[in-house]
């Protein structure tokens, strides 16, 4: 079983994320490997169970290269039903637009066929943080590594 966390990060904020993403992940005895953008290649999509994608919020989306991974996707459509998705971002502020850009990164993974799991506490959509993660919003992202390795042990294992 492995999951792989596909991020962008210019202040390295997205990418702290990732790894306490990881954290979590790592925690429920789950391979993972985290890849910036730029070094990711949809090719390893159908070789995995999980994917969770990591962005920066500009204008209330992800970032054009994350998008841009995501629309190359479109070459395994209906070939990645049933994996997992999640997601989470950084944002410059509050109420700025994390929810906005993570649901618009849950969206591609529903259309994927993927299976998204929310939570009925904070951070329902996927772990947000504004600027760095400080220690709540690091913790945060450790729950969302877990709970996608979790359903990944449930659905893959």
Not at 100 to 106: D, F
Not at 107 to 134: C, F, K, W
């Amino acid at each position: 079983m492995k999951v792989l966390i596909v991020y962008d990060s210019r202040t390295r904020n997205t990418e702290k994320m990732a790894h306490a993403v990881a954290e979590g992940v790592q925690a429920e005895g789950v391979e993972v490997e985290v890849k910036k953008v730029d070094e990711a290649s949809v090719d390893e999509l159908p070789e995995v169970d999980g994917l969770i994608l990591g962005s920066p919020v500009y204008y209330g989306l992800p970032s054009a290269k994350l998008k841009e991974f995501i629309d190359a996707s479109v070459k395994y459509h209906g070939k990645l039903d049933g994996k997992v998705g999640a997601a989470f971002a950084s944002s410059g502020g509050t109420h700025s637009g994390a929810e906005t850009a993570i649901i618009s990164m849950l969206e591609a993974l529903l259309i994927h066929g993927m299976v998204v799991q929310g939570t009925s506490g904070r951070n329902h959509y996927g772990a947000a943080s504004v600027g760095a993660p400080d220690d709540t919003a690091a913790e945060t992202c450790r729950k969302l590594g877990e709970r996608v390795a979790k359903l990944v042990k449930k659905l893959h294992g």
